[in-house]
């Protein structure tokens, strides 16, 4: 498990905190079942994932820049902000 070192810490940092996951991936699934694993261990920690939307950006050398490192695709831009304002409106709800 990922998060082993620190499920055995007394004070749990990842407890009741609002958090996202995003991934890219050359291949079709955009690194869905990376997301899985990541999300069974950040549960386990007792993090408050954010469920919806979830962002898994397929093909992703087609959607970005290479020399840049910018993401240019606009729609996967749209998406993203999507959730990442859905993210914004938990973590103002946690506050």
Do not use: C
């Given at each position: ?23 890219g ?70 506050g």
């Open positions: 498990m990922h998060g082993d070192w620190l499920s055995r810490l007394p004070a749990q940092p990842f407890a009741g905190k609002p958090t996202v996951i995003q991934s991936s050359p291949g079709a699934l955009g690194g869905a079942r990376a997301q899985y694993h990541l999300r069974q261990s950040l549960v386990f920690l007792d993090a408050r994932v954010i469920n919806k939307p979830e962002a898994m950006v397929s093909q992703i050398m087609s959607k970005v820049d290479a020399s840049t490192g910018e993401l240019t695709d606009q729609a996967t831009r749209d998406f993203i902000a999507s959730q990442l304002n859905a993210f914004a409106a938990v973590v103002r709800q946690f």
